[in-house]
């Protein structure tokens, strides 16, 4: 059993056929999928998704750091009443990105910081969103790490010594489909890294695992990312679903 601890199914790239993927989830094993939210257009979409299978998905809430804009504060202002409602499980996705567009870097940084804040006060997890920026961000949540603030890293592609920087600071690595490209230098990272430290994600419709690269991701296909962790550490299948399964439960209070 396992459980995607990233995707985004609500999103319209599932509007056709969603009862097909989660009935391919189910099937393939997928006991739990948590859904990050994006911006205040996203949660009623969301949670409507979550209610029509409430066994299945668990829900969090945040401003992604690609949604920061000049109305920024009144997205907050979303989140923070969201969070009044006691029904979310985590904060998130929330982080820095500066792939496409350094713009609204200040405002992306106070937006971090204020939602980082938040999970302190509302004693949840962090889900945390780090793209060609993934030096502050750590260095953001070091400063604001008071030895009870806990997450993950999602879509961690980083090097060994941000892995152990990630996992100094009581945190998990989120680890999906880019372990299985060719070029991505996980592996390496991966074999220095104990499964303790893991927690699976498939971040979809982005990012799927080789072989279905190119195509829309799903949760099912979080498996294959299992069997390569599995191929390359020398471990069962087995005990990487129950050790990641057990990891994100911990986390995530579920």
């Not at 998905?57 to 006691?86: A, C, N, W």
């Amino acid at each position: 059993m396992y459980i995607d601890t990233h995707a985004h199914l609500y999103l319209e790239d599932f509007n056709e056929d969603i009862e097909t993927v989660v009935e391919n989830a189910k099937h393939a094993g997928i006991q739990q999928i948590l859904l990050p939210n994006i911006s205040a257009s996203y949660i009623e979409p969301m949670n409507r998704l979550q209610k029509a299978y409430p066994e299945l998905f668990r829900t969090m809430i945040g401003l992604h750091p690609g949604s920061v804009r000049e109305d920024f504060e009144t997205e907050l202002d979303v989140v923070y009443k969201e969070l009044q409602s006691g029904s979310y499980i985590a904060v998130g996705e929330i982080g820095t990105d500066l792939y496409w567009d350094v713009t609204y870097k200040d405002q992306q940084m106070i937006a971090f910081e204020r939602q980082l804040n938040w999970a302190r006060e509302f004693n949840l997890p962090v889900v945390i969103h780090a793209r060609n920026s993934m030096g502050l961000t750590i260095e953001t949540v070091f400063k604001q790490q008071n030895g009870f603030m806990s997450g993950v890293f999602h879509c961690f592609s980083g090097t060994l010594e941000e892995a152990e920087q990630i996992i100094g600071m009581g945190f998990y690595l989120g680890i999906g489909g880019v372990c299985t490209y060719k070029n991505s230098g996980l592996n390496e990272v991966l074999l220095q890294i104990g499964l303790e430290h893991l927690v699976l994600e498939t971040d979809s419709p982005y990012l799927p695992p080789v072989p279905y690269r190119g195509k829309r991701n799903e949760s099912s296909y979080m498996v294959k990312v299992a069997e390569h962790i599995a191929a390359i550490k020398g471990v069962s299948l087995q005990d990487v679903a129950e050790k990641t399964t057990e990891n994100a439960k911990k986390l995530f209070k579920i």
